[in-house]
């Protein structure tokens, strides 16, 4: 009799007494960033914040997390996968490490061009490949778009990154796009014989040897030259004064990269990925997405971070996304026939 009266206690206790399993556990988010900025972690902080959502991230090169994600297979713990190259993105689908997302709220926020068709990926910053140049040595009539970067006039002038860099790659796919194959193979060719140095260096780098006189002209991302222009630290400051840039056209506007994110192929919290990508086209996503990099935001109405409005307007190629990725590793052959190292 007593042990039966036992076991019913413990059947009782454990009615009552079963855990309940934490509000903060009900939702945890893994993110596999490729952009290594420490700002970023103020926006895991706000989703956090606004959702009750767990926020765990790894951030390393874009080739390190493919890797890890290769290796890891069908238990990798990676939700959510963000790259700052539409290049890196296809990558990562091409390796059928993304899945298909639909949603409303990312449709209707981001413009088709800047996203797949399918949904693996969506952009949600934008970032325009410029020219910068020196205006003692070269006038901005001279610099039409990026062709001119391949004028014999330009003998010695030219500065630039490597051409395994993903924003060399993408800008290449998109000559080809424009272009075709023999002028985009050509163009590269020209512009290796204009070459000051060989490649070195990231596109800071780029803009500080136009201002040590090195070379006078280069192409980078637009937001580094803005974090330069408006640096606190006067000596970078003053280098990017002693330049000026153009938004160039490939034949129909600038070209225009994406950082981006998709959800991974086995995301253990797909809710909480799509979510988080949701997140990021809110107002406040966008703002500490785009406000510390300097990036335009994707989403209209989104006020402009700090620095860019003293830009000047331009119009953005309207190429889709997913050709860039397409045409990746037919830019690497090209570059490496030119001999751009
Ligand atoms: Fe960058």
Redesign the pocket.
């Known amino acids: 009799m007593r042990f039966v009266v036992s076991i019913m206690m413990i059947m009782v206790l454990a009615a009552c007494g079963a855990p309940e399993v934490p509000k903060a556990e009900a939702g945890r988010l893994n993110i596999y960033t490729a952009r290594q900025y420490n700002s970023d972690q103020e926006i895991y902080k706000a989703f956090e914040e606004e959702t009750g959502i767990r926020v765990r991230f790894r951030d390393t090169s874009a080739p390190q997390l493919l890797e890890n994600m290769k290796t890891e297979g069908a238990s990798s713990p990676a939700d959510v996968v963000i790259a700052?190259?539409v290049g890196s993105l296809w990558k990562f689908q091409e390796a059928g490490l993304l899945q298909p997302v639909t949603s409303d709220i990312l449709e209707a926020a981001i413009p088709e061009t800047f996203r797949d068709p399918e949904g693996h990926w969506f952009g949600l910053a934008r970032?325009a490949r410029i020219i910068v140049y020196d205006p003692e040595r070269l006038n901005a009539d001279d610099i039409p778009g990026y062709g001119a970067l391949a004028d014999e006039s330009l003998k010695d002038e030219v500065c630039m990154r490597s051409s395994s860099n993903i924003?060399n790659l993408s800008l290449m796919a998109e000559l080809i796009e424009r272009w075709g194959e023999d002028d985009a193979a050509n163009w590269a060719k020209s512009v290796r014989d204009n070459f000051a140095r060989e490649p070195q260096g990231?596109?800071t780098v780029q803009i500080q040897s136009i201002g040590a006189g090195e070379c006078s002209i280069a192409i980078v991302?637009h937001?580094?030259w803005v974090r330069m222009i408006t640096s606190n630290a006067d000596d970078q400051r003053a280098l990017a004064e002693d330049t000026a840039i153009i938004f160039p056209s490939v034949g129909a506007g600038t070209h225009v990269n994406i950082t981006g994110a998709g959800v991974a192929a086995n995301a253990p919290n797909r809710d909480a990925a799509i979510a988080f990508l949701e997140f990021l086209t809110s107002e406040r996503g966008q703002t500490l997405l785009t406000g510390p990099?300097k990036e335009f935001p994707m989403v209209d109405g989104v006020p402009l971070p700090e620095g860019l409005e003293n830009l000047p307007d331009f119009i953005a190629s309207d190429v889709p996304m997913r050709k860039l990725g397409e045409n990746q590793s037919l830019a690497q052959t090209l570059y490496d026939k030119a001999g751009w190292k």
Do not use: E, I, L, V
């Open positions: 700052p190259d970032r924003y990231g596109d991302n937001y580094y990099t």
